[in-house]
C-alpha cells in the first residue's frame, strides 16, 4: 500500500492578536485569531481551516462516490456551518455540511435513495471526518436541485 506524504509550513508572532501566516503546495495565506474570539481577524484561522479541509474532503468524496455509482449530476455545491463551543475548554463542537447536489434532470425515488446512500457513505469515506470522528459530530443536510436547461429557461 503506498503512503501519501502532504507538507506546510507556517509562522506566529504574538497572542490572541497576533499574526501570522501558512503555506502548501498550492495555498498560502495569513493568519490570525478571529476577532470574535479577541484576535484581530486579518486573515484565516484554524477553525476555518479545519471546517475547509472537512468540507472540501467531503464534497470530493462525494463526488467520487457519484461517480463510483454511475449518477449523472452536473456539479456539487456546499456550506458548512462549524459550532465551536468554551463549554468544557474551547473547542469544535459540531459541523453541518449542506450539500446541494445538481442534477440534469428529477430525481426518481430509485435516484433519490441512492443519492442518500452515497451521501452517507461520503461521511463515512472522508478521510477528514475520519481523522477527527469521535471528537466532532458531524452532520449533513442535503439538498437536490435540478439545473435548468435551455429549454426550461
Known sequence: ??????????SWHG???????????SFATGLAVDSAMGGTGAGTNPDELLLSAL??????TLGIGLDKE???????SIH??????????L????????????????????LRENLLRCIHH??????????VHGNLKIDIEPTFE???????E
Open 55 to 60: 468540507a472540501s474532503c467531503y464534497v470530493i
Open 15 to 25: 497572542s490572541w492578536n497576533g499574526s501570522g501566516q501558512i503555506q502548501t503546495k
Open 122 to 131: 461520503a461521511e463515512l469515506n472522508c478521510m477528514i471526518a475520519k481523522a
Open 91 to 110: 473547542h469544535f463542537e459540531k459541523v453541518i455540511h449542506y450539500p446541494v447536489i445538481h442534477l440534469n434532470r428529477q430525481p426518481s425515488e430509485h
Open 80 to 89: 458548512s456551518r462549524g459550532i465551536v463551543t468554551k463549554m468544557g475548554g
Open 146 to 152: 435540478v439545473v435548468p436547461t435551455r429549454d426550461t
Open 1 to 10: 500500500m503506498k503512503d501519501f506524504t502532504f507538507t506546510t509550513n507556517g
Open 70 to 76: 454511475g449518477i449523472d449530476y452536473h456539479h456539487i
